[in-house]
């Protein structure tokens, strides 16, 4: 059963644009809700992360917006750089013990 | 810091071997993650450890993986026999479980494992 369902599968956008990512969960017990970005060769680093409390983070370029209600979360990248060519992974955890749970990935190209 | 260390970083193998993997985590981090990362299925958490007692290991394939953590510095995860469908990225990842259950984890660089 996929619990975190990430979309689109690639993505490609022009230098400047706003890649936008989205991913919808179904357990309702999930409480955090992080991003991962993932160059080719390397493991997963935290890009940003946000509770169920707040409905918008931002960090830099990067903006998370989280609608609880439709249990649904997007990540937007603005002004997109080649530079943030990446994988990108949702993610849930439903805390305690920090498990998460990740979504199918979805691979960015910015093109210059 | 160095970070979570991996090694192999590449393994290539004979199916029926035996495969062990090896992580040491970051100093001072209570908890320790095993994933399996495949094009088909995406990263996948095989197993985690909590002060080095295994939590959580609904996610190993079957009986021929193994994990076990002996100290807080040091891990392994053990493929026996080995079979090609193991083909695979292993990552190991770390982190300090604070309780808030939104502690970042650290991941390593992944030890690529080929089964031939």
């Known amino acids: 059963q996929q619990q975190v369902k990430q979309s689109p599968q690639s993505l490609i956008v022009q230098k400047g644009g706003i890649s936008i990512i989205n991913c919808a969960y179904e357990?309702?017990?999930?409480?955090?809700f992080p991003w991962y970005q993932q160059f080719p060769g390397k493991g997963p680093a935290l890009l940003i992360a946000?509770?169920?409390?707040?409905s918008e983070k931002k960090e830099g370029r990067f903006t998370i917006s989280f609608n609880k209600s439709a249990k649904q979360f997007s990540l937007h990248i603005m002004d997109s750089q080649p530079g943030d060519s990446a994988t990108y992974f949702c993610?849930?955890?439903?805390?305690?013990?920090?498990?998460?749970?990740f979504g199918a990935g979805t691979r960015l190209a910015v093109h210059p | 810091d160095a970070g979570v260390i991996q090694s192999p970083r590449h393994e290539v193998t004979e199916m029926g071997q035996e495969v062990t993997l090896r992580c040491k985590p970051i100093?001072?981090?209570?908890?320790l993650f095993w994933y399996r990362q495949t094009m088909m299925r995406g990263l996948e958490l095989l197993i985690y450890?909590?002060?080095?007692?295994?939590?959580?290991d609904s996610g190993m394939p079957e009986d021929r993986f193994s994990a076990k953590m002996p100290n807080a510095s040091f891990s392994t995860l053990k493929i026996q026999p080995s079979e090609p469908r193991d083909s695979a990225v292993y990552f190991c990842?770390?982190?300090?479980?604070?309780?808030?259950?939104?502690?970042?984890?650290?991941f390593g660089p992944g030890t690529r494992l080929t089964v031939l």
């Open positions: 357990n309702t017990a999930f409480d955090y």
């Open positions: 946000i509770r169920p409390d707040v």
């Open positions: 993610a849930a955890s439903p805390g305690g013990y920090n498990k998460l749970i």
């Open positions: 990842a770390s982190t300090l479980n604070t309780g808030t259950g939104s502690d970042e984890q650290f």
């Open positions: 100093s001072g981090h209570n908890s």
């Open positions: 450890f909590n002060n080095n007692v295994p939590i959580d």
